[in-house]
């Protein structure tokens, strides 16, 4: 999508939450917590936006686990 991995990542966690006005970014002792674990995958995606372009990509990602209000809510 010529944007950097790290530009991605920021783009779908931390961009949303400060737009929403959530905290972001601090995991600290007896706060809830909101995250997602990744892993690298060699397993081909295809991703189509709503006006129909399509991105190929023989690399990803999997959910690991994804933790929400400090509650496991996925485990791979």
Do not use: H
């Not at 674990?37 to 686990?65: I, Q």
């Amino acid at each position: 999508a010529g944007m950097a991995e790290e530009d991605i990542l920021r783009a779908v966690t931390t961009a949303p939450a400060k737009a929403l006005g959530q905290p972001w970014g601090r995991l600290q002792v007896g706060a809830k917590a909101d995250l997602a674990v990744l892993d690298y995958t060699n397993e081909p995606f295809c991703l189509t936006d709503p006006a129909g372009n399509t991105l190929e990509s023989p690399l990803g990602y999997r959910c690991k686990l994804t933790v929400a209000d400090g509650i496991v809510v996925y485990r791979d």
